[in-house]
Nanobody, 115 residues
Framework: QVQFVESGGDLVQPGGSLRLSCAAS????????MSWYRQALGKERELVAT????????YYADSVKGRFTISRDDARNTVYLQMNSLKPEDTAVYYC????????WGQGTQVTVSS
């Protein structure tokens, strides 16, 4: 079955960096656009970034443009999110999944930005 395993979340100080990873399985990864989402406590889940099958990045939320970079490694069935210049408002649980498929959500990985 389709599965997503997110990792790399941590507690980091404002201005710091983290690299999230998402290992995917159960489908043809190289044929799928992939996205990162996040959900802060008490807020709705939001789309953060999308990368197409070609590796071209098709979307960044305005709030992360210039700070976050999405990438993919089709040989490892893995999508990454490099997060720089982190802010307290980036605190959330981060999830990945296929952009255009009704997949179940994985467990996510917690990112906390605090001094």
């Amino acid at each position: 079955q389709v599965q997503f395993v997110e990792s790399g979340g941590d507690l980091v100080q404002p201005g710091g960096s983290l690299r999230l990873s998402c290992a995917a399985s159960g489908f043809t990864f190289s044929n799928s656009a992939m996205s990162w989402y996040r959900q802060a406590l008490g807020k709705e889940r939001e789309l953060v970034a999308t990368i197409a099958v070609t590796g071209i990045v098709t979307y960044y939320a305005d709030s992360v443009k210039g700070r976050f970079t999405i990438s993919r490694d089709d040989a490892r069935n893995t999508v990454y999110l490099q997060m720089n210049s982190l802010k307290p408002e980036d605190t959330a649980v981060y999830y990945c999944k296929r952009r255009y498929n009704p997949d179940f959500w994985g467990q996510g990985t917690q990112v906390t930005v605090s001094s």
